[in-house]
Each structure stands twice: as structure tokens, then as C-alpha cells.
């Protein structure tokens, strides 16, 4: 029988490479994002692969389409071997003075709240299930280390995430939920494409960073994913080699 899997932020970059890997190994993968023709589109690039999967319009940001996600993926395959709690948002790049309310809050709200209300769910599932137990992977950043000028909102919601990280694996222990991370930095996706051309630097020059490509993630993610519950990668990181993040400051 196939295992079963949800993938947040699964329309594109991290989320989509990582969602059509598991498709390719045989998971029935369920897949959740704000936009629902990108996540069908995501389901047509796997090819006879999509038919295992299930796209799930939702903004994780909103306690009740979260729920509303988990209460699908529970009827339709009774239960949930992984999550990959991947969704996030950037924020504009600014100082503390100048970052309306709004705009951290809308931060906070994908990038944490909505993290917490999918491992919520994913933790009462697998909780509930018989066999008991599965396995949550949270996408932190090197962002939840080290931080970049100007990122407030997105560091503190990351370094957020490595508290929830530690506090559910503990929590987890007693019913078989192994709960890690997986802190990237600087893979080449849309989402970094500003990176090539040059971002903010500690001295406050702008200059570019080296990327790496998506494979060097799916590799790290898939080998977190294929490990048996008795075994946890609690946090590891993967970066461009040549990326500053050693010399970060």
C-alpha cells in the first residue's frame, strides 16, 4: 500500500520538486497551496504519477481551510505518514522602524501560525492512526541560524520554528512522530532569484550569491523521508558550498 503524503507550498519551487519526487517513489502525495490550477499543473508534470495525487486548494495561513485540509486527506486515506511542512513567505527586506504591523503579520502568519496549524493536524493524525506514528519535516532556512539585513519578520518566524521543532520531537516521542528539519539556503528557485543579481550584505554592500540546484535538496529531503521511524534527522542543513552564511555578519 502507498504511504501517504502532504506537502504544503507544493505549486512551485522546494515544495513542487520535493512533492513530484515523492509521486516518483511510489507516495500518494497530497499537495496544498493557495493556487489551485498550479497545483493541477504540478499533478500533469508527474505524469502516470499523478493519479496518486490530490490537490488541496488552501492558505495555511487560515486555521479553518487547514483544518478543512487535514479533514479531507483523514477521509480520503485514513491516515498520514508525512508531512513536509514546506509553505513560506518572504517579507518586504527592511529595518524594524520601517515594517508596518501589517506586513508582519502576514509574515508570522504563514511562516509560523500556519506552520503550527498543519503540524497540529498532523500530529492528531498520526496520533489517532493505527499503526500509530509518522513523520513531520519542517522546512526551517538558514534563517532560523543566521540572519540577513533587513529580515526581521521571516528570522523570527524561522528561529520560531526551530523551537517547535525541538518541542514536538520530544512530544512526539511517545507516539512514534519523528520530527525534523531541514534548513536551506540559497537553492535556485523563483523564490531566490533576486539572490544571483545581488542582495544585502552584513557590510551593506549589495553583491550576488551563489544558488545551488533543487536536486541537492530533494536528495537531502528524500533521505530524511526514506529513514524508518526509529530514526530522526532532528536538524541538518543544506546550502550552496559557496554561499556567506559561515561568514554571515
Known sequence: MSKIALVTGASSGIGKACALALLTEGWTVALCARRAQALEGVIAE???????????????????????AFAQVKQRFGRLDLLFNNAGVFARGTTPDD???????????????????????????MKEQSPQGGRIINNGSIS???????????????????????????DGRAFDIAVGQIDIGNVASDMTERMARGVPQADGSIKPEARMEMAGVVQTFMA??????????????VMATKMPFVGRG
Open 46 to 68: 508527474a505524469g502516470q504519477a499523478g493519479a496518486r495525487a490530490l490537490a488541496l486548494p488552501c492558505d495555511v495561513s487560515d486555521a479553518a481551510q487547514v483544518a478543512a
Open 99 to 125: 515594517l508596518a504591523e501589517a506586513e508582519w503579520d502576514a509574515a508570522i502568519a504563514t511562516n509560523l501560525n500556519g506552520a503550527f496549524y498543519c503540524l497540529k493536524h498532523a500530529f492528531r493524525l
Open 144 to 170: 532560523a541560524h543566521t540572519p540577513r539585513p533587513g529580515s526581521i519578520a521571516y528570522t523570527a518566524a524561522k528561529h520560531a520554528i526551530t523551537g517547535m521543532t525541538k518541542t514536538a520531537s520530544l
Open 224 to 237: 530524511m523521508v526514506n529513514l524508518p521511524l526509529s530514526a530522526n534527522v532532528l536538524f541538518t542543513t
